[in-house]
């Protein structure tokens, strides 16, 4: 059993950084949700506002994490001007021009959205503690922006799992 | 007989509830609006790329990466400069946040249709 140093990046982007984060984000979904003065005590929501700090800015040093990692690391493998380069075998034939010219240029724009959004989601979340609790408003807002960081780290992920299906790096 | 005015006392937990809901929406409304300013400008440097060789050129900081190290470098940029200038220039100030949501919300749909293939493939 043998990883290529590319592989082994590929890796550590997808699965050890990329898959905790997307798990985390349903973690934080339900805690976001439930943090209503209506249902805790203060020393219960003291205790969620803590966690939710710690996660969300962990969270969102991931997110950045995963796309500097792709832009910086993986991408110029990706693109390498030699024949079996992923772009290059893409490119070559008309069945799968479509994964690189739509999926993976999609894919590595849109992505650098989802740090952004879920930065801001930390900052309002560490800014505001418990005071999410008492007000809903607030609280849709943080869960906008952090269903939106999810969503389209998803669809991040998902074409990007499709795109290395399609032509894996090596 | 006088009387001495004696201020309400509030319990521990009231005076921090009290000093939480003082916090002014500036800081808050900083970071949101920045968020949309750096989704749109992904968007609007992606279309540029395309639409121009000279600026997909400026923007190739590393040959290696292409014209998505700058795209992203100064989308990056616009987002963290944004929000520290906002926050300093309403850091005791109280935006209505619902607006500052809302046009946050309208740039951000903006940055993601300006980051989508077939819409910036127009201006090829």
């Keep these: 059993m043998h990883f290529t140093e590319r592989e082994i990046f590929a890796l550590v982007h997808g699965l050890l950084i990329g898959g905790p984060f997307l798990l985390a984000f349903a973690g934080g979904l339900v805690a976001l949700d439930g943090l209503r003065a209506d249902y805790m005590t203060p020393q219960g929501i003291a205790t969620q506002v803590r966690r939710l700090r710690l996660g969300t800015s962990v969270m969102a040093l991931m997110a950045w994490l995963i796309v500097l990692i792709g832009t910086w690391i993986l991408l110029p493998w990706y693109r390498e001007d030699t024949p079996d380069s992923p772009r290059s075998i893409l490119l070559s034939s008309p069945d799968t021009r479509d994964w690189h010219e739509f999926a993976d240029v999609w894919k590595t724009h849109v992505a650098y959205m989802s740090p952004i959004l879920a930065t801001a989601a930390a900052a309002l979340v560490v800014y505001y503690g418990p005071r999410l609790a008492r007000d809903r408003s607030l609280r849709n807002l943080v869960l906008a922006l952090f269903l939106g960081a999810f969503a389209v780290a998803s669809l991040a992920a998902l074409i990007g799992s499709l795109v290395t299906r399609a032509a894996p790096l090596r | ?124």
Excluded: H, K, Q
Excluded at chain 2, 65 to 73: E, F, N
Excluded at chain 2, 106 to 114: D, E, Q, Y
């Design chain 2, 1 to 124: 007989m006088t009387t001495v005015y004696d201020p309400p006392r509030l319990e521990p937990d009231e005076a921090a509830i009290a000093a939480e809901d003082a916090r002014p929406s500036g800081p808050a409304a900083a970071v949101v609006l920045a968020a949309g300013l750096g989704c749109f400008a992904l968007g609007l440097l992606t279309v540029l790329t395309v639409a121009s060789g000279g600026f997909s050129d400026a923007m190739t900081f590393s040959e290696r990466v292409g014209d998505l190290a700058g795209v992203t470098s100064i989308a990056t940029i616009v987002f963290f400069a944004s929000w520290i200038g906002l926050a300093l220039a309403w850091r005791r100030a109280n935006p209505a946040l619902p607006r500052v949501a809302a046009a946050a919300g309208l740039l951000i749909a903006l940055g993601l249709v300006g980051t989508f293939p077939p819409f910036f493939n127009l201006f090829d």
